[in-house]
């Protein structure tokens, strides 16, 4: 019992130490940094002590049966909707990435009426397409008929 308060203690001073420490070598502006450093020293270890409960694993309700559908079984539809998405953000990723694989796209399905936006007169670091207009895009080139 008399071990835990002798820890305390001994964290105690040594704290107060560094904190004369830093007040003596920097003034109020030590004090400071030197209190920050020790407040993230403390919680640090307080998290390393102080454990919660341990998670509960989550099990699947049927151990033998595997998902459907995995992301990793198509690779190439992961790197369509991630360009997709990059589309919207940055319009050098459309120009340079997306533009010439929707075009192959519309070429392959014989379907040259695809309207695909080109590159903007000015600069191209700005953002991408709207969603709108990629959603027109790809509904064009889902319909029916060429």
């Known amino acids: 019992m008399k071990r835990p308060r002798l820890a305390v203690a001994a964290a ?15 003034g109020l502006t030590g004090l400071i940094d030197v209190a920050s450093v020790t407040a993230l020293g403390v919680l640090i ?19 033998q049966q595997r998902p459907a559908v995995r992301t990793a079984d198509f ?3 992961a790197k369509i909707a991630s360009d997709l998405e990059w589309a919207q953000m940055s319009q050098r990723h459309y120009d340079h990435l997306l533009r010439p694989a929707l075009a192959r796209l519309a ?4 379907k040259p009426n695809v309207d695909l936006p ?6 191209t670091d700005g953002p991408g397409v709207n969603r709108a207009t990629l959603e027109r895009i790809v509904s064009e080139l889902e319909a029916g008929e060429p």
């Open 107 to 110: 070429a392959m399905l014989n």
């Open 45 to 63: 270890v307080a998290r390393g002590t102080l454990r919660g409960e341990k998670p509960r694993t989550v099990r699947p309700k049927n151990p």
């Open 118 to 123: 080109g590159p903007p007169a000015g600069d």
């Open 75 to 77: 690779p190439a539809f």
């Open 12 to 26: 105690l001073t040594g704290i107060a130490a560094v904190l004369v420490a830093g007040y003596a070598a920097g």
